[in-house]
């Protein structure tokens, strides 16, 4: 072959190369998505440090900074959780120590879409006075919390290791609170445990897809498939008890699919819930 003829297929090469090089580059582009997009229904996000995000009335792509609580119209927030996320009917409230601006909004987000999806299918607003707290507490374990005779649920900062952990928390804390909305006690809740955890767990899958078709649930000891699998493993227990009260959501599950009539996906026979809910 001539020196000639070896150069031209040397270069020839490199130039294929540099080809792909670029194709590759675009496509990983691509793939990224827009930076700085906000979601408005549950999908698997990053819960990673905060991404640059586009202000809705600008095209900037600036970072979004931490809103402190005193420069909004929120009520006074627990100590410790200086920062907020305003909304027209509640207020995430945050620190920075484990919780990143957006995680906060993207739990102010999902709180939204339970918020709108319990009143989709017929069920009262969550329980607020004024605007309700929702606290990501600066806690390194997982768990929630909400009560009666409170305004505020709370997800401790060590739910966000996946979004379907800490979304499901979230759900499960404001489903809560509407079951709340339909008690008429006064002063206290008429509701038990068992019904309250029972029928709040059991309903975790009904309301998003993502919940339902979660394949990680078994790994999370708080999730609908653990609980069953732990109430099989020992099942002659009296399930209307208090320690029994959340694994008793595979009667609720049972219950909610033989007499709901609501026969779609992931929403079948919530509105026996609702019909439950409704008796007091």
Same mark, same amino acid.
């Given at each position: ?23 590759? @580059? !675009? ?39 931490? &809103? ?16 907020? &996320? ?29 918020? /709108?999806?319990?009143?989709?299918? =017929? ?8 605007? !309700?707290? &929702? ?7 997982? /768990? ?6 409170? /305004? ?5 900062? =060590?739910?966000?290791?996946?979004? #379907?952990?800490?979304?499901?928390? !979230?759900?499960? #804390?404001?489903?809560?609170?509407? @079951?709340?909305?339909?008690?008429? =006690?006064?002063?206290?809740?008429? @509701? ?17 897809? /993502? ?20 109430? !099989? ?24 699919? @033989? ?5 779609? #996906?992931?929403?079948? =026979? ?11």
């Amino acid at each position: 072959m001539s020196n000639s003829r070896r150069r031209y297929l040397i270069l020839l090469l490199v130039g294929v190369l540099f080809a792909l090089v670029v194709l590759s @580059q !675009l496509s990983t582009d691509s793939q990224a998505g827009p930076p700085g997009r906000e979601y408005s229904s549950p999908v698997t996000l990053s819960l990673g440090p905060a991404a640059p995000r586009a202000d809705p009335a600008s095209p900037s792509l600036e970072a979004a900074s931490p &809103v402190t609580c005193t420069t909004t119209t929120c009520p006074s927030g627990p100590a410790g959780l200086p920062f907020c &996320v305003e909304r027209t009917k509640f207020c995430v409230y945050y620190s920075t120590n484990r919780t990143t601006e957006a995680q906060a909004e993207w739990a102010a987000d999902r709180v939204q879409d339970y918020w /709108n999806r319990f009143v989709a299918l =017929g069920f009262g607003e969550p329980k607020y006075s004024g605007k !309700l707290r &929702v606290h990501l507490s600066d806690t390194a374990v997982c /768990n929630g919390e909400t009560g009666w005779s409170v /305004n505020y649920i709370s997800a401790y900062a =060590g739910c966000f290791t996946t979004d #379907e952990r800490a979304q499901k928390v !979230l759900g499960h #804390e404001l489903t809560h609170r509407v @079951q709340y909305a339909h008690d008429t =006690g006064t002063g206290v809740a008429i @509701q038990t445990k068992f019904l309250k955890e029972g029928t709040a767990r059991a309903s975790e899958d009904n309301w998003f897809t /993502n919940i339902d078709h979660w394949a990680g649930a078994l790994a999370v000891g708080s999730s609908f498939n653990s609980q069953v699998n732990e109430y !099989l493993a020992a099942p002659n227990n009296d399930i209307t008890s208090v320690d029994m009260r959340y694994n008793s959501c595979l009667w609720w599950k049972y219950a909610s699919e @033989q007499y709901g009539t609501i026969v779609t #996906e992931p929403e079948r =026979g919530v509105d026996f819930f609702l019909e439950v809910y409704n008796q007091n």
